[in-house]
């Protein structure tokens, strides 16, 4: 027999229903594992046992506790596993063996790399004995010595592997001993040195970022000057060293298999399908929520594609999708999928991890829990999920699979309401997320997504004119402090303080900070990396704001916000042609998707079309921008004939009478003016606009005002700001 202890606990070999009776009985379990996970044939003496495990009853019933145990223990693992002489108590190392004591136990070299294959994660994962405090300190020693043992492994092959000239095998173990690394920095930077020596700078690259982010994350600190170097040095090279088809057949695994499992893996894509009712009271409500909260989680991981619920529902509505569709649809690796029936206090889940490309089921578990306790059912599929995608856990990721957001289920019903209805991007829309964000926040007062959505309700609002900015800012902010008091390391909040520094406070550098952390806290949140994306388009780079969009659609391709947004970046890089397409595929998710059409009236002017930016943006303000409407934008059709300034000039008189009653109109005017190639213009209505504390939102429109850059005033504004752009100032030359 065996006892696996490493990624969790359970017993093989032994008699049916040995291990699943044993698994009923978590307290024995650890007795078994505190003895077995040993030097083969040592011994525990019952004192030690007893102090252990029954720390707080009087002897006589400890005593009696620690002979039932055995008794149990020798009925399901048979005569002569447990061994007793006098005092002592062990286990026969003929009759189980423990992979554990084997790790930490075996000298021999040649062994190393069938050693580190048993390292599947923690020891003893998932189990915890509160009562039992000097079983919980033991088994963190173990812990710590069996992750000292495999990195110590990884590393050694590793060495060998470079002595070798393998650089791939030697970057793939110095990989594994990285993730469990005590001097994160210090390996970090063998590995990305092994990387680049493999011929793979992507990788290398992809490795100082996770390190960057962790760093961040846990400590607060960037990496150190050294780290920077290295990569500028990678970065800054014109030939990238590529490796030998000898060395990637040398490699662990060969040449790609295919096949899921593998270090590959752990940048895979994972698509959570809706998981199916199979009745009982407010099934659908709990299913939803649950699929939501393990999209949430999930999103939180390093090297992990998590797929968004808006493109998984445009594929699954398709009642006839197979695994194979959802794979050529999505590009998902993965598909985790399940069913849900609610009893009155009780819920039962199954789950399913699927390999999509061959539709072959990986695992299946199914929980019974109270309906309470729903979210603890999530814990445990996310869990289970990064187990399957090969990916490290830190500590850090651990607590926050752990945590449960809510042991409230309506409440979290009404915030996801909320979210759909915010992703609409309307003033209505946000409205109705206001209200079931605050239905949310009535029952359970604690649930931070909830107050982070709040935030993004209120700043849509602000954003479309739609509420005084004053008091959508201040909502806003009042939502966000509750919110990031809740959960500081909360990805939605910091993504929306992000938004408010930027547009409400003109503190872009602010703005950018928390955008970054944003995408770093929940890399699977496509509305912070395409926030960010558009970020980078003013104050970054076009290659990094680029690599963000793509990011945002390869997690969220058929969300109009997303699209919308990739064809805003390609805008600002001057790629007209990609940009309108990206648009026309916004307006073909929703064709009353009104920034769409003000953006394709902002890539006509950039084509010098005039004419057709006059078309473009009668249809936004047709769809309501900043308060328009269809009869404005009929009765300046009918006005245009031959020259669309007279349609503009119209507008624009009818937008300077809204003014008192919406001051967000002054970017309509701010826009309009672009427009009509009026830059001294631009530069009186941005003092406006600064005065009335709304300058910051020009910012998102920066091409159309790179004729009005020369105005003195506009300069003056933007420079006071902190807002004047690198763009400017190169037209200038």
């Not at 060998?160 to 990989?175: C, L, V």
């Amino acid at each position: 027999m065996r006892l696996f202890t490493l990624g969790g606990a359970r017993l093989a070999g032994g008699a049916v229903g040995a291990s699943a009776r044993l698994e009923s009985q978590p307290k024995r379990l650890a007795v078994l594992a505190f003895l077995a996970a040993r030097t083969p044939g040592e011994g525990v003496p019952k004192d030690r046992i007893m102090v252990t495990f029954w720390p707080d009853l009087p002897t006589e019933r400890a005593q009696a506790n620690l002979r039932n145990t055995l008794y149990f223990l020798r009925q399901h693992l048979g005569a002569g596993t447990l061994v007793a002489r006098g005092h002592v108590v062990s286990v026969a190392p003929d009759r189980l063996s423990c992979d554990a004591a084997d790790l930490l136990g075996s000298p021999d070299r040649a062994e190393s790399d069938k050693l580190l294959a048993l390292y599947r994660g923690e020891f003893l994962d998932a189990m915890h004995l509160r009562e039992s405090p000097d079983f919980e300190r033991w088994v963190d020693r173990m812990r710590a010595a069996l992750r000292r043992r495999v990195e110590d492994l990884a590393w050694e092959l590793s060495d060998r592997a470079e002595e070798r000239g393998e650089w791939i095998t030697a970057a793939r173990y110095a990989r594994r001993a990285t993730e469990l690394a005590v001097d994160v920095e210090a390996a970090s930077q063998r590995l990305i040195r092994l990387l680049d020596r493999a011929g793979d700078r992507a990788a290398a690259v992809a490795e100082f970022e996770r390190l960057t982010s962790e760093l961040r994350s846990d400590f607060g600190v960037p990496p150190s000057p050294e780290t920077v170097a290295l990569l500028d040095d990678i970065r800054g090279r014109t030939t990238v060293r590529q490796p030998s088809p000898v060395e990637i057949a040398a490699a662990p695994g060969g040449a790609p298999t295919g096949q899921v499992g593998g270090s590959g893996m752990q940048y895979g894509s994972l698509a959570v399908l809706p998981f199916e009712n199979l009745g009982g009271p407010d099934a659908d409500g709990l299913a939803s929520g649950l699929v939501s909260e393990l999209l949430t989680t999930l999103s939180t991981l390093t090297g992990v594609r998590v797929l968004s619920r808006t493109s998984v529902r445009a594929v699954t509505a398709r009642t006839d999708a197979s695994m194979r569709d959802i794979h050529a649809a999505l590009d998902a690796d993965l598909v985790l999928e399940g069913s849900i029936r609610a009893h009155a206090d009780r819920v039962r889940v199954t789950a399913h991890l699927v390999y999509a490309k061959e539709d072959e089921q990986l695992w299946a578990e199914t929980y019974e829990r109270p309906r309470t306790d729903v979210f603890a059912v999530q814990s445990d599929v996310a869990i289970r999920v990064a187990r399957a995608l090969e990916v490290q856990l830190s500590p850090r990721e651990h607590r926050r699979l752990r945590a449960a957001p809510t042991r409230n289920p309506e409440a979290y019903r009404r915030y996801l309401l909320g979210r759909d209805a915010w992703a609409g991007r309307n003033p209505s829309d946000a409205a109705r997320a206001i209200r079931f964000f605050e239905e949310a926040l009535e029952l359970d007062g604690d649930l931070a997504p909830a107050w982070a959505g709040l935030a993004d309700a209120h700043l849509l609002l602000a954003h479309t004119g739609a509420s005084p900015l004053k008091d959508a800012a201040r909502n806003a902010r009042g939502a966000l402090d509750r919110a990031l008091e809740l959960d500081p390391a909360s990805g939605e909040a910091r993504a929306a303080l992000g938004l408010s520094l930027l547009f409400v406070a003109c503190d872009p550098v602010g703005s950018g900070r928390e955008l970054r952390r944003a995408v770093d806290l929940s890399p699977s949140y496509a509305s912070a990396r395409q926030w960010y994306g558009q970020w980078l388009a003013s104050f970054g780079t076009p290659e990094e704001a680029l690599e963000q969009l793509e990011h945002a659609v390869a997690l969220d391709g058929l969300s109009p916000a997303v699209c919308e947004g990739m064809g805003l970046i390609h805008y600002f890089g001057g790629r007209t042609d990609t940009a309108e397409s990206w648009l026309h595929q916004t307006l073909e998710l929703d064709p009353r998707y009104r920034r769409a059409h003000l953006d394709l009236a902002l890539c006509r002017k950039q084509a010098d079309d005039r004419a057709g930016a006059a078309r473009a943006y009668l249809a936004a303000h047709a769809e309501g921008l900043y308060g328009g409407t269809p009869d404005e934008a009929e009765e300046a059709a009918s006005r245009a004939s031959d020259d669309e300034a007279v349609a503009l000039d119209y507008l624009l008189e009818c937008v300077r009478g809204r003014l008192r009653a919406l001051p967000m109109a002054r970017i309509a005017e701010l826009i309009l003016l672009a427009l009509l190639d009026r830059p001294e213009s631009v530069g009186r209505s941005l003092g406006a606009a600064r005065r009335e504390g709304l300058a910051g939102f020009a910012i998102q429109y920066a091409p159309l005002f790179d004729d009005a850059s020369s105005d003195p005033g506009f300069r003056a504004v933007m420079q006071d700001l902190g807002m004047w752009l690198p763009r400017w100032d190169a037209l200038r030359e």
